[in-house]
């Protein structure tokens, strides 16, 4: 116990007489400070923290939508049900919405030029999603007026979107989301649009992959955000690893300051990798989420996963950090093309899957490839 003695100088208010000053001695006694209260006031004042999941595809084929008809609309809500829970439970969610969300207006279509009910939206504010990258192949499936109807809908469910743009003003809008205090950036880029070409003029629709500009790009936004994420559409469809350029090209987005690199587009799920930068820094590379709700029927692209992280910020120059990396397989079961059902693959068995234990196996042993610090669960916290 410390005891601190203070004088305290007691005198009446300056006037007539010449009163003599009275001096009170007095002791106070200070406790130790009990090192759980530090860490209360550190972690409430200077460290924060937050739950960040992403996962693959929202690729609405026809069979999908045709097989959530209802006299009232498309009901996917209660298709997901066993999975939604744990993006529900996140603090900040990401997707990536492959199809355009045009409604009957722009007229309802599957593969090759996909066209999506305006339920879909629903279905991601279901989800729980923040945001979603409008980046790929299919983006300008019903040209311009598709990417502003989709990018309307969004903005009436009060999702952020990446990748594809309105105009020009929202091509030059930084996509920062705030999460306890943490600023979050994302950007997303497409290798292609399967041959449609960018109408004259409007070059803002979507975002390409071109690394000089993505370097850029992110230049621009690194130092303004705490965690910066980006998406990347690309790679081989159907092959279950990267090939050697595009793991090149990561790395280099990972050198260029990406704490996070999501990608898309193979429809199969590829490795987690958490690569060591050359600045003593990690960033987790996820190469293909592969598909997370679609009505594709081959075992693997049937398979896919929410990757979740937990982002710790430490206040005052300490950095942000992304820490204990876990994957948690899915399956979407169907019966041919009806009674889809999306599900975590720990529970498959239940849902007719031959072998599901095998494949569970198989799939944790994938996923882990290229590192051993991803943890593979059946179900997350």
Do not use: C
């Amino acid at each position: 116990m410390i005891k601190v003695f203070m004088l305290v100088l007691l005198s009446w208010p300056f006037g007539g007489g010449a009163d003599t000053a009275v001096h009170e001695a007095y002791s106070k006694e200070i406790e130790p400070v009990a090192g759980e209260v530090i860490n209360h006031v550190v972690s409430t004042h200077f460290e924060k923290s937050f739950s960040f999941a992403a996962a693959g595809d929202v690729l609405i084929h026809d069979h999908l939508y045709e097989d959530v008809a209802t006299e009232s609309g498309y009901d996917f809500i209660s298709r997901v049900d066993e999975v939604a829970p744990y993006l529900q439970n996140q603090d900040l969610v990401f997707l990536n919405q492959e199809t355009p969300i045009g409604g009957e207006e722009l007229r309802l279509s599957g593969y090759p030029a996909f066209n999506a009910p305006l339920e879909t939206a629903d279905l991601l504010e279901y989800l729980n999603a923040d945001i979603v990258s409008l980046a790929n192949n299919h983006t300008l499936d019903r040209s311009t007026r598709g990417v502003e109807k989709t990018t309307e809908i969004l903005q009436e469910k009060g999702i952020e979107y990446v990748g594809a743009n309105a105009s020009a003003e929202d091509a030059a809008r930084e996509r920062v989301v705030e999460v306890n205090g943490v600023t979050v950036g994302f950007l997303a880029y497409t290798y292609g649009t399967n041959g449609i070409p960018v109408p004259q003029g409007q070059d803002y629709l979507v975002n390409f992959i071109d690394m000089p500009t993505i370097v850029s790009d992110m230049e621009a936004l690194r130092d303004e955000v705490d965690l910066l994420v980006v998406s990347m559409h690309q790679g081989v469809e159907y092959a279950p690893y990267p090939r050697e350029d595009h793991v090149v090209q990561f790395e280099q987005i990972a050198e260029a300051g990406a704490d996070i690199i999501l990608g898309h587009h193979p429809h199969v799920l590829q490795p987690v990798d958490i690569y060591e930068r050359e600045d003593g820094g990690e960033t987790v590379i996820a190469y293909s989420l592969a598909n997370f709700f679609s009505a594709q029927q081959d075992l693997d692209t049937k398979l896919g996963g929410i990757i979740e992280f937990d982002i710790n910020h430490r206040a005052g120059g300490g950095g942000t950090t992304v820490e204990d990396v876990r994957f948690m397989p899915t399956y979407v079961h169907s019966n041919e093309y009806t009674d889809f059902e999306l599900v975590p693959l720990a529970d498959a068995a239940a849902y007719g899957l031959e072998d599901a234990d095998a494949v569970y196996s198989d799939v944790q042993t994938h996923m882990t490839s290229y590192t051993d610090e991803l943890e593979v669960v059946e179900y997350l916290d």
